[in-house]
Nanobody, 119 residues
Framework: QVQLVESGGGLVQPGGSLRLSCVSS????????MGWYRQAPGKQRELVAS???????NYADSVKGRFTISRDNAKNTVYLQMNSLKPDDTAVYYC?????????????WGQGTQVTVSS
């Protein structure tokens, strides 16, 4: 089992910045992939950014150049730095842990944190 707790969401004006944090109950250096997803009202949950155990990152086209995913292994924490925020970034943001072993694969989710971009 992996418990994930997100924080850092809130209300921000267009063009502003926020940093989301996700604290894992398990050492993240052993987790295959950590990711941030988001879900806006009436839309499907979508991948925003992911960070593989080897350091490879992947971003949705809509956030490339504006968002940065990073991790602090010592704190078991993954971050999402969001800059130049737009109203379209408004959503509930979820942290995800993709845990893989030789035999199994499990996905774990946090409870979500609301990000609202509005003037």
């Amino acid at each position: 089992q992996v418990q994930l707790v997100e924080s850092g969401g809130g209300l921000v004006q267009p063009g502003g910045s926020l940093r989301l944090s996700c604290v894992s109950s398990r050492n993240i250096f052993s987790i295959y992939a950590m990711g941030w997803y988001r879900q806006a009202p009436g839309k499907q949950r979508e991948l925003v950014a992911s960070l593989l155990v080897g350091g490879t990152t992947n971003y949705a086209d809509s956030v490339k150049g504006r968002f940065t995913i990073s991790r602090d292994n010592a704190k078991n924490t993954v971050y999402l730095q969001m800059n130049s925020l737009k109203p379209d970034d408004t959503a509930v943001y979820y942290c995800n842990a993709d845990v893989r072993t030789v035999a199994i694969r499990n996905n774990y989710w946090g409870q979500g944190t609301q990000v609202t971009v509005s003037s």
